[in-house]
């Protein structure tokens, strides 16, 4: 089984980008069962809290496929972003170091968006 976490720093000013992994992540879960994590980071981490429906729906999906959503809670507040509504859409705030020496000590290949 592969273990592969996307570390999705494209926002919602690069939505298809940020989507191709979202997608791709979700996909690979639902389809493959593959261990399979996300983690929003820099402008990624806006995308927690977007409206934009494709997002809403992905966020959703990888809720129901089990694949762990995790956001930099520093990213958070730097950007003024409402912690609670993230939160609310099952998105876990962890500390950006603590999740990648996480994923490395772990064996996930981190794969960049």
């Known amino acids: 089984m592969a273990k592969i ?7 919602p000013d690069q939505v298809d980008k940020a989507m191709s992994g979202l997608r791709l992540a979700q996909r690979l879960r639902a ?3 593959q261990d399979i ?7 990624g981490v806006a995308l927690g809290g977007s409206s934009i429906p494709a997002v809403v729906e992905v966020l959703s999906d990888l809720r129901t496929s089990e694949v762990p959503v995790q956001a930099c809670p ?3 507040t730097q950007m003024g972003l409402d912690e ?12 950006a170091g603590n999740i990648m020496i996480e994923l490395v000590e772990n064996g996930y ?4 968006v």
């Open 31 to 33: 389809n493959r069962d």
């Open 37 to 43: 994590r996300v983690y929003l980071f820099g402008p």
């Open 84 to 95: 609670k509504v993230i939160t609310g859409r099952g998105i876990e705030l962890e500390p």
């Open 74 to 76: 520093a990213n958070v």
């Open 5 to 11: 976490a996307f570390w999705i720093t494209a926002g």
């Open 109 to 112: 290949q981190v794969v960049g």
